[in-house]
């Protein structure tokens, strides 16, 4: 089946660390860009950063909102993606998604995502 | 405040059409392939529409995407209440080099 499962989300105090998982399964994760959107409580959709694939060097990009604060790697041989999350702040509350971005244009779309993660930064 | 301005609302009764716009600028959907995502209460967003008028082949051709210049609309026929959801338009932004989406239209079928 193709999916995405994400996992290590939790409650975590302002000025923390958190580290979340995507584990990839039914396709060749290799071969995608991957992404992260959060949603905060009761608010819209907010992307959160990107991972391109080797052919692309694995380059990523992130929202301004978590430049230098946040860190999307990946593991291949795993199917796996990651999200280092540091210096956490309140306003980080949300859910997070794992998503696949699919390339069949110039431009990249959403076709698979996960359940999501709860995410919450209090104290 | 979003780079994308949807709409924040719409009503329509059921079997009825409705259009949600989208608009952006020449950094984004003047020169980039738009999305568009359903959320139904509760759940993950799902793709609808992607590359401004494709549907995936899971997706009724009761839903519909077009673009024009900076701006994009879904639009939606026949309408039924499950189609209540909050609504997104995305695509990337070459200047801020970051994805971006709409602030979410909350459609209401009653």
């Known amino acids: 089946e193709v999916q995405l499962v994400e996992s290590g989300g939790g409650l975590v105090q302002p000025g923390g660390s958190l580290r979340l998982s995507c584990a990839a399964s039914g396709f060749i994760f290799s071969d995608h860009y991957m992404d992260w959107v959060r949603q905060a409580p009761g608010k819209g959709l907010e992307w959160v950063g990107r991972s391109r694939n080797k052919a692309k060097s694995y380059t990523t990009d992130y929202a301004a909102s978590v430049k230098g604060r946040f860190t999307i790697s990946r593991d291949d041989s795993e199917n796996s993606l990651y999200l280092q999350m540091n210096s956490l702040k309140t306003e980080d509350t949300a859910v997070y998604y794992c998503v696949r971005a699919l390339r069949l244009t110039g431009t990249t779309h959403f076709d698979l995502w996960g359940r999501g993660t709860l995410v919450t930064v209090s104290s | 405040q979003s780079v994308l301005t949807q709409p924040p609302s719409v009503s329509v009764a059921p079997g009825q059409k409705v259009t949600i716009s989208c608009s952006g600028s020449?950094?984004?959907?003047?020169?980039?392939?738009v999305s568009w995502y359903q959320q139904l209460p509760r759940t993950a967003p799902k793709l609808l529409i992607y590359d401004n008028n494709k549907r995936p082949s899971e997706i009724p051709d009761r839903f519909s995407g077009s673009k024009s210049g900076t701006s994009a609309t879904l639009g939606i026929t026949g309408l039924q209440t499950g189609d209540e959801a909050d609504y997104y338009c995305?695509?990337?932004?070459?200047?801020?080099?970051?994805?971006?989406f709409g602030g979410g239209t909350k459609l209401t079928v009653l």
């Open positions: 995305g695509t990337w932004d070459s200047s801020l080099n970051a994805w971006v």
């Open positions: 020449s950094s984004n959907i003047g020169n980039n392939y």
